[in-house]
């Protein structure tokens, strides 16, 4: 292939053409994918968790096509009917009070927008995050990131040899993900200064670790004794992947008190349509003045159209429920038919990790499983994830299960 793009795109030898509607429950979207040369694939990358409809809903389609017979672009400063609904329905799901809304394009998009709240808000400018955190590759977000690859010439943070020439110095200090007595020390040490806690209730690309309750709640009970805010990442885990909107409200509950502060999201709201929003209390988000921040494409009317569908379809169609239900699924299949190499399989509902604890034998498996037609992705380097659509249930697992017997045999 005569690739032109950036070697930075790793090349995974497929080119995907379109998906097929064959064994796609009826009116719904499709679980497989085909390539250019017709091979069919179950689709458990599903766009690294952005087509919770699954490929070419028919109703996401007609409502993306509605929208864009009327109105597909307008500036920040006017109204829009789509993206003043979106607005109203995000801040009734969210585990914020009183939430508003900030709407961007991609998940780094809102991760900064985060950032630049959280310090206009507390007048403070350190943000705690977490190892194993992926937040995104602006240069907040690959800050706040833990791999040391992302961040490589680019930017230094607190606490860290130093690297070599940067351009920017971040004040982003990092703790163990899951240890408060870690975060307390920082704390201290940033005594005043910091203005968040960032954390993915569940970390997507460090290897689908959820947080324990025990933590997530620890985590908002020290940002209340130090006076920062808590915001959550739920770009990869939220939008109803575990079986609520929130990962949050799966793993800590539904206990207001417990409320964060400011949360985003991305990949999934848009069904496949890039849309992103960060939505954080009223009183806080007051300090983004007119023209504070803006995003041309943020929250346009068709990517507003799009996720409206989206929800709407997951509503109707009980899709956070059935989401929710994938991870035991594939716990029973392992159960009853153990595969010698496996040795976890974690995460929260349709977030779904498969641990190896061997970096080249779950490298070796991603691509054997392409050859058996289920894609996946590696995920923390020793795990195989699997992020599929929500209607996905015991037929789709199963087949991911046997991709892995087999491509281990
Ligand atoms: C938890 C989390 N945060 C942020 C991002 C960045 O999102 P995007 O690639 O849309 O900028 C990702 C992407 O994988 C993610 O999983």
Redesign the pocket.
């Known amino acids: 292939m005569d690739d032109r793009r950036w070697p930075t795109y790793s090349s995974r030898n497929i080119t995907l053409d379109s998906y097929v509607r064959e064994g796609a429950p009826a009116g719904r979207g499709s679980f497989h994918v085909r390539d250019t040369a017709g091979k069919l694939y179950l689709d458990a990358i599903n766009g ?1 968790g952005c087509l919770p409809l699954g490929h070419g809903d028919p109703r996401w389609n007609a409502a993306i096509e509605a929208q864009m017979g009327k109105l597909v672009s307008a500036p920040g400063t006017i109204w829009t009917d789509p993206q003043q609904a979106l607005a109203r329905d995000l801040v009734k799901r969210v585990p914020v009070q009183d939430g508003r809304v900030f709407f961007g394009n ?4 809102v ?1 900064e927008a985060a950032v630049k709240l959280a310090t206009r808000a507390t007048g403070r400018d350190v943000i705690i995050a977490f190892e194993k955190a ?4 602006t240069l907040a ?1 690959i800050a706040m990131t833990a791999n040391p690859k992302y961040r490589d010439s680019y930017v230094q943070v607190l606490d860290e040899a130093p690297l070599g020439p940067r351009f920017a110095q971040m004040n982003v200090a990092r703790a163990p993900f899951g240890d408060l007595a870690a975060v307390e020390t920082l704390f201290r040490r940033y005594s005043g200064r910091v203005a968040m806690v960032c954390v ?1 209730p569940i970390q ?2 460090g290897g689908v670790n959820p947080g324990s309750r025990e933590f997530l709640v620890g985590l908002r009970r020290l940002c209340n004794e130090h006076g920062a805010l808590l915001g959550l ?1 739920e ?2 885990c939220g939008v109803g992947r575990t079986g609520a909107f929130s990962a949050w409200t799966t793993l800590v509950g539904d206990d207001r008190e417990l409320d964060a502060d400011i949360v985003w999201y ?2 999934a709201l848009g069904g496949g349509f890039p849309i ?1 929003a960060c939505v954080a209390r009223a009183d806080l988000a007051e300090v983004m003045t007119k023209g504070s921040h803006g995003s041309t494409f943020g929250g346009n009317p068709l990517a507003c159209a799009a996720a409206i569908a989206t929800l709407g379809i997951m509503d109707g169609d009980g899709l956070f429920a059935s989401a929710g239900e994938q991870l035991g699924v594939l716990q029973s299949i392992a159960a009853e038919e153990p595969i010698s190499g496996v040795l976890e399989v974690r995460g929260a509902g349709a977030m779904i990790g498969i641990e190896f604890g061997d970096a080249d034998r779950a490298l070796a498996l991603v691509d054997t499983m392409q050859d058996l037609g289920v894609l996946v992705t590696i995920s923390g380097g020793t795990a195989v994830r699997c992020l599929l659509a929500y209607h996905a249930g015991e037929a789709e697992l199963c087949e991911v299960w046997t991709a892995i017997r087999r491509g281990l045999s």
């Open positions: 690294i991609t998940g780094t998009e991760t992926f937040h995104g590759r977000a993915e997507g690309e990442d770009i990869q991305a990949k992103a």
